[in-house]
């Protein structure tokens, strides 16, 4: 085969590759439309329910005071951990001391 012909069977793949390619966006935008009109969709409608001020008030408050404890937790993790470090190498240098 000669030069020629590797080129159009280039072409060709390329042709029929991009006519894959609309193929299936067709059919994908098909199934996202039959998703959206779905009466499965909990978006469907496009709103969210309301919430009244008080409730989101709480929920902020409640969220808070986990956000909090979380800190709280996080920082006596890391006492712990940066207190275990200097204790091991307190000792070590202890070790290391007595030894010579």
Known sequence: M?????VMDANNRQRQNRELLIHNRKRIARIREMYLNSPHNPNRGGKMAEIPPEALAKIRAGIKVQLAKERIRQRTIGIIIFSLAVLT????????????
């Open 89 to 100: 190498g307190v000792g070590l240098m202890a070790m290391l001391t007595i030894r010579i």
């Open 2 to 6: 000669s030069f020629a012909g590797t």
